[in-house]
């Protein structure tokens, strides 16, 4: 994303290092940055059309979220004071500030000015509030300056602006290269072809762990039994039974770094599913014999395929958390538990609780939080463990 300073010129180098590099580049311009560079030169380095209109027909119908979803990371240079106030104050107004407004990745901003408008306490206060959430700043170098000054405002080295872009990538994307199997959902145990067993897991904190990791960086396979609305870099597998969940995920296993079983998979299964569906001008009373169903995670010990993979297990307690965990971290052959704590009304709900517990014996506090900030946290304890 090129702004209208002086430097942006220096940007058309910095594009040509990036594509040498192996990076795909698109670029947007405000269009103040038009009257230093033309779109043209962009064009020709990366031979994709340079956006400057929010309004301009390019047969997407939002093309700042679509420019945000393609993106890794968003890189601003130059970074015009004008364009630092729009996005402290989170404008939208053009292309650029909208763009960035929607993007999902790491903005990496490389500011150019000069140098008196650099030493102002009003962009010094707007650069903090970007720092704060979350942007990675590369300040602007000292020296000689277009106005004829000198002192500080001119843009960062390609080399500095590679090590920010780099660092921010890496902080984000730290699954890189992993693959991980989530299982979520309740399962469902058929009685007849109509009717099921199953319990009150929505599927929430699952989908959630997936959506991290993905976002992290990993190629994620999501086994689960509750409709998921899609996010990229989630491959879904829709399964019913718990014999079904252990199936898939014993073919998605195949070269996986990580497996985080957050289903709630149903102990007893009905020991005979009738095949037609139960008439109730049939039967008075129905019974219904139940036996133990499999269990994922023991028979997973027991494979061969699984022992390089880093297991994590979830149990739903209600009482002596610490104790029931460790016993099953033990039993299902377990790297890590998260023991969920129930009592606070998890089912369903946006928020969960719960304490992590290692086979190193590490105990890990997770408190309550959104079940998406849990996934990070979850994934946080994970990442350097894998094998
Ligand atoms: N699990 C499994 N197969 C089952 C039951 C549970 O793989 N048949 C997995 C769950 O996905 C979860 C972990 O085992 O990751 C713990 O589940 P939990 O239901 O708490 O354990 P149980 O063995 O069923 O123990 P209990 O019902 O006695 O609490």
């Given amino acids: 994303m090129v702004s209208g300073g002086i430097a942006a010129y220096k940007v058309a180098d910095l594009v040509s290092q990036l594509l040498q590099a192996g990076c795909q580049v698109r670029v947007a311009m405000t269009a103040a940055a038009t009257r230093f560079v033309g779109g043209a030169t962009f064009h020709g380095l990366t031979g994709q059309p340079v956006q400057t209109d929010l309004w301009a027909n390019t047969g997407q119908a939002e093309p700042h979220v679509a420019l945000g979803d393609w993106a890794q990371a968003v890189l601003l240079a130059p970074a015009t004071a004008n364009l630092l106030a729009k996005l402290a104050g989170g404008h939208s107004d053009d292309l650029v500030t909208a763009t960035v407004l929607a993007a999902r990745c790491p903005v990496v901003v490389a500011p150019a000015m000069n140098d008196a408008m650099w030493a102002k306490p009003a962009v010094a ?18 020296g000689r300056l277009a106005s004829g000054h ?33 299982t979520a959902g309740g399962t469902r145990e ?22 991290a990791a993905a976002e992290r960086g990993a190629t994620v396979a999501l086994v689960t039994t509750a409709p998921f609305a899609g996010h990229p ?23 996986a770094d990580l497996l ?15 095949s037609g569906k139960i008439r109730r001008e049939e039967t008075e009373t129905l019974e219904l014999k139940l036996e133990r169903n499999v269990d994922i995670l023991a ?5 061969s395929q699984a022992e390089g993979v880093f297991r994590v297990g979830f149990a739903a307690e209600d009482a002596d958390l610490e104790a029931h965990a460790a016993e099953k971290l033990a039993r299902k052959k377990l790297d890590a538990i998260v023991a969920n704590d ?15 517990f290692f086979r190193s014996g590490e105990r890990l506090a997770l408190g309550r939080s959104s079940k998406r900030q849990m996934a990070e946290r979850i994934l946080d304890a994970v990442k350097d463990r894998l094998r």
């Fill in 125 to 142: 206060a707007n650069l903090s509030v970007l720092r704060e959430r979350g942007f990675t700043l590369v300040e602007p170098e000292s």
């Fill in 150 to 182: 000198a002192g500080a405002g001119r843009l960062a080295s390609a080399a500095e602006i590679f090590a920010g872009l780099e660092a921010a990538i890496r902080a984000r994307y730290d699954l890189a290269g992993r693959r991980v199997v989530v």
């Fill in 190 to 211: 058929a009685i007849d072809p109509v009717r099921f067993i199953s319990n009150y897991s929505s599927g929430k904190m699952g989908h959630a762990v997936a959506e």
């Fill in 233 to 255: 870099g989630v491959s879904v597998r829709r399964v019913e039974s718990a014999l079904e969940m252990l199936d898939t995920v014993r073919q998605e296993l195949d070269g």
């Fill in 260 to 274: 985080v079983m957050v289903a709630a998979v149903a102990d007893f299964r009905p020991a005979r599913t009738v």
């Fill in 299 to 303: 028979e997973l010990g027991k494979d």
């Fill in 342 to 356: 129930i009592r606070g009304g998890v089912f369903g709900s946006d928020e969960n609780e719960g304490v992590m």
